[in-house]
Nanobody, 116 residues
């Protein structure tokens, strides 16, 4: 089992940046895939970015060129660098991990609010 704790959210103006962190309670070296999702009020949860154990990365179309996901196995942490933030990026951002067995874990989420 693994617990995921997100941090780094907050209030930022349009055009600003934030870096989210997802700290795992144990080694993530063997975890197949780690990712960031987001959910805005009244909307479905959607993929933002994910990175596999082999460092293959997938980005949602709406964040390409603005967001960057990285994985630090030594620190058991996954990061999401978010630049050029827009008001429509406002959401709760959740960390996700998928074991080789297919078992999936979620963090509690961190609120990101983009507003002037």
């Amino acid at each position: 089992q693994v617990q995921l704790v997100e941090s780094g959210g907050g209030l930022v103006q349009p055009g600003g940046s934030l870096r989210l962190s997802c700290a795992a309670s144990r080694s993530i070296f063997s975890i197949n895939e780690m990712g960031w999702y987001r959910q805005a009020p009244g909307k479905r949860r959607e993929l933002v970015a994910r990175i596999t154990r082999g460092s293959l990365i997938t980005y949602a179309e709406f964040v390409k060129g603005r967001f960057s996901i990285t994985r630090d196995n030594a620190k058991n942490t996954v990061y999401l660098q978010m630049n050029s933030l827009k008001t429509e990026d406002t959401a709760v951002y959740l960390c996700n991990a998928i074991e080789p067995s297919g078992i999936e874990y979620w963090g509690q989420g961190t609120q990101v609010t983009v507003s002037s």
